[in-house]
């Protein structure tokens, strides 16, 4: 999950897999437009109040290379950053309420909808089979990934998908609690993306998070003879009101599955899939040995 896939995600019930008909593969993505608008404007502010980004820096407890960043559009600014800025600025609550605009313009428009629901579930279920999912990325994991796409991204949308990639794993640390569970293919785990070094990293950040008690974790060895995960990765979210959720990729596309029937469809697949793999103290064990073997 969460791999080169640039398409806008769809919802409903037009396909089941990547032979639907009415798959999109628009590219188009107006989240960089968003954070440029937003940094030009607490520029032009700056200006209008006669400080040089070290100095808004230092009064709003961030580093002139930060406030840089933000004002070119290639980072997100957190609301901490929009309500001091905004109070040292004297803007009156014309930058704080550009908050939801920020909020909602850090995601790629391929996952927006996802992130959405993410917020909302209270379960989160995902089987990954050709890299490690998203949620379960380092930093430099998730920018190797999005260094290898092609065709090449410039610096400002690299540095905008990596952040809006970690920005979705605060779903570990909202409370409630949401319980996770993640099945990786095995050869994720053993496929050095980035370098064997990085690969390491990797490994010995899964071992933290597969040890969280709202986490269960588990590896799909290769030598499985019979597997329900032939249709591709996926990814299901239950929200508060019981409403299953499916969401899954492919080449330039991505969808989310509303209709309740292929969501039971997802739900059962995954299901198998987990019964299939290796528990989740088979699986800690296995990633340790992969550890020591690469």
Same mark, same amino acid.
């Given at each position: 999950?969460?791999?080169?896939?640039?398409?806008?995600?769809?919802?409903?019930?037009?396909?089941?897999?990547?032979?639907?008909?009415?798959?999109?593969?628009?590219?188009?993505?107006?989240?960089?437009?968003?954070?440029?608008?937003?940094?030009?404007?607490?520029?032009?502010?700056?200006?209008?109040?006669?400080?040089?980004?070290?100095?808004?820096?230092?009064?709003?407890?961030?580093?002139?290379?930060?406030?840089?960043?933000?004002?070119?559009?290639?980072?997100?600014?957190?609301?901490?950053?929009?309500?001091?800025?905004?109070?040292?600025?004297?803007?009156?609550?014309?930058?704080?309420?550009?908050?939801?605009?920020?909020?909602?313009?850090?995601?790629?428009?391929?996952?927006?909808?996802?992130?959405?629901?993410?917020?909302?579930?209270?379960?989160?279920?995902?089987?990954?089979?050709?890299?490690? $999912?998203? @949620?379960?990325?380092?930093?430099?994991?998730? #920018? !190797?990934?999005?260094?290898?796409? %092609?065709?090449? *991204?410039?610096?400002?949308?690299?540095?905008?998908?990596?952040?809006?990639?970690?920005?979705?794993?605060?779903?570990?640390?909202?409370?409630?609690?949401?319980?996770?569970?993640?099945?990786?293919?095995?050869?994720?785990?053993?496929?050095?993306?980035?370098?064997?070094?990085?690969?390491?990293?990797?490994?010995?950040?899964?071992?933290?998070?597969?040890?969280?008690?709202?986490?269960?974790?588990?590896?799909?060895?290769?030598?499985?003879?019979?597997?329900?995960?032939?249709?591709?990765?996926?990814?299901?979210?239950?929200?508060?009101?019981?409403?299953?959720?499916?969401?899954?990729?492919?080449?330039?596309?991505?969808?989310?599955?509303?209709?309740?029937?292929?969501? $039971?469809? @997802?739900?059962?697949?995954?299901?198998?899939? #987990? !019964?299939?793999?290796?528990?989740? %103290?088979?699986? *800690?064990?296995?990633?340790?040995?992969?550890?020591?073997?690469?």
């Amino acid at each position: 999950m969460d791999g080169d896939t640039g398409g806008p995600a769809r919802t409903g019930a037009d396909a089941d897999s990547a032979h639907g008909s009415r798959w999109d593969s628009g590219l188009e993505d107006d989240s960089g437009a968003v954070m440029k608008t937003v940094g030009r404007q607490i520029k032009l502010w700056r200006e209008a109040a006669g400080l040089r980004q070290s100095e808004l820096g230092a009064a709003i407890g961030y580093n002139e290379e930060m406030v840089s960043c933000v004002e070119r559009g290639r980072r997100a600014p957190k609301p901490e950053f929009l309500d001091s800025a905004d109070r040292i600025l004297g803007a009156a609550g014309k930058i704080a309420a550009m908050r939801g605009d920020v909020a909602e313009a850090r995601y790629p428009r391929k996952v927006r909808d996802l992130a959405r629901v993410e917020r909302e579930a209270v379960e989160l279920g995902a089987y990954g089979n050709h890299n490690v $999912h998203g @949620l379960l990325q380092t930093e430099e994991y998730a #920018r !190797a990934l999005f260094e290898m796409r %092609r065709p090449a *991204l410039s610096p400002d949308d690299l540095d905008r998908f990596v952040s809006a990639r970690l920005a979705r794993q605060e779903i570990f640390t909202r409370t409630p609690l949401v319980t996770l569970t993640f099945v990786q293919e095995e050869v994720t785990l053993r496929r050095p993306l980035g370098g064997r070094a990085l690969l390491r990293r990797q490994l010995e950040h899964l071992l933290n998070v597969a040890q969280l008690r709202h986490v269960e974790f588990q590896v799909m060895p290769t030598d499985r003879e019979d597997h329900a995960g032939m249709g591709g990765q996926l990814q299901l979210l239950r929200l508060k009101d019981g409403t299953a959720i499916g969401y899954s990729e492919a080449q330039l596309t991505t969808r989310l599955v509303s209709e309740p029937k292929e969501a $039971h469809l @997802l739900e059962l697949r995954y299901g198998i899939i #987990r !019964a299939q793999a290796l528990s989740p %103290r088979e699986s *800690l064990a296995f990633v340790e040995k992969a550890l020591g073997e690469t």
